[in-house]
């Protein structure tokens, strides 16, 4: 029986002698030789673009024209014809005044316009006589029949009558039935432009003045945006240039937009340049007060090698980037351009078409074996 144990005994010195000279980190390491070491990584390929620096502004929508509505005269308002949301043309009419006391004044008008005339018509008449008798005394004077006081009194009479002033008068009077007839028109109010009736301040049997608005037209077809830029952002901007406006009242999709006015001096205040960006609105559905955001590309690069920002990393204080060049990562030095945050300008070190680690490029060094999981492979 002891025998048995002893040769156990031994027997379990022997395993456990054999185990230490082998080592459990050689056992480990066999298994990882048998596992392919790699770091994934995602890539994409160096391209051509247009790349620029974006910077984002807000502002209020404005519409593209808004007329007040003054009526020419004052008067009691007799009806109203176009209340707020209606559509207009030009020249139709959105209220009317009260016409009584305008058309007495038009009838007074005309009725001394009548008189004028005829006070004309008869001067006219009067001197005409006055002429010819004059003629006809000197004929006798001349002839010993009469008197030389008889021919100068003839003479004074057919110079001294003078129709100008009594013309004067006519004209005048022909001139106060036009302005009588004038203001009979204008008590019918007329919009100026195509528009939508936006404001209503009056009400029938109310009076209105011509010192204060009584409606207000705006033009929806066309909308704008005015910002405020600073020096430095307004010699990258010209008239025509298309931008990206966003009205989250609206959608979160980008609507585009046109540079259409940009101040030639900065304001005595603010020391900013004033930009409007218009933006079509056939369907009307943005509305004057809604806020906008307006995004503005400056500093544009064309035609340039970029990359994702994110894939530029610096190394023993170099800018580099790792490619993939037969399934390793190879450290390329770069020197870069612009920076947009997104995209970056790659001026030298690495060419169309390479493939830049921009996933996992903080894990690897030159030489290391990579796999692509995600991009281009």
Request: hydrophobic share 40%; aromatic share 4%.
């Amino acid at each position: 029986m002891k025998k048995k144990i002893l040769a156990l005994f031994l027997a379990t010195l022997l395993l456990m002698s054999l185990l230490v000279g082998c080592g459990g980190k050689k056992a480990v390491n066999v298994n990882e030789g048998i596992k392919e070491k790699y770091v994934p990584v995602a890539v994409e390929k160096a391209e051509i673009k247009t790349i620029s620096t974006e910077i984002t502004f807000s502002g209020k929508v404005h519409a593209d024209k808004e007329v007040m509505i003054f009526p020419k005269i004052p008067g009691k308002v007799a009806s109203i014809i176009s209340d707020v949301g209606t559509k207009v043309k030009k020249d139709s009419v959105l209220f009317t005044l009260d016409k009584e006391d305008v058309q007495k004044q038009v009838d007074q008008a005309r009725k001394s316009v009548d008189s004028a005339k005829a006070n004309y018509e008869k001067t006219k008449e009067s001197i005409e006589n006055a002429k010819t008798n004059f003629e006809r005394t000197k004929e006798l004077y001349e002839q010993g029949a009469v008197s030389k006081a008889q021919y100068e009194q003839a003479q004074l009479a057919a110079s001294s009558t003078s129709i100008d002033a009594v013309k004067a008068q006519y004209e005048q009077a022909q001139l106060g039935l036009t302005q009588a007839l004038d203001s009979l028109k204008d008590t019918s109010v007329k919009s100026p432009i195509d528009g939508i009736v936006s404001v209503v301040n009056i009400e029938e049997g109310e009076m209105a003045s011509n010192a204060q608005p009584a409606m207000t037209i705006i033009d929806m077809d066309r909308v704008y945006v005015e910002i405020n830029v600073t020096e430095n952002v307004i010699n990258d901007l010209h008239l025509g240039q298309e931008v990206v406006v966003e009205i989250p009242a609206i959608s979160d999709e980008n609507i585009i937009g046109k540079i259409d006015k940009l101040s030639p001096a900065a304001d005595a205040k603010t020391q900013l340049y004033s930009v409007s960006i218009y933006i079509e609105n056939n369907e009307h559905i943005i509305k004057p007060g809604m806020f906008a955001k307006i995004k503005l590309s400056t500093d544009v690069r064309e035609d340039v090698v970029a990359i994702k920002s994110e894939a530029v990393v610096q190394s023993d204080g170099k800018m580099v980037v790792y490619v993939v060049e037969d399934n390793k990562a190879v450290k390329k030095a770069v020197k870069t351009g612009l920076d947009t945050g997104v995209y970056v300008e790659i001026l030298e070190g690495i060419s169309k078409g390479e493939k830049v680690i921009v996933k996992g490029q903080n894990y690897v060094d030159d030489g290391s074996i990579v796999k692509v999981v995600r991009g281009d492979k």
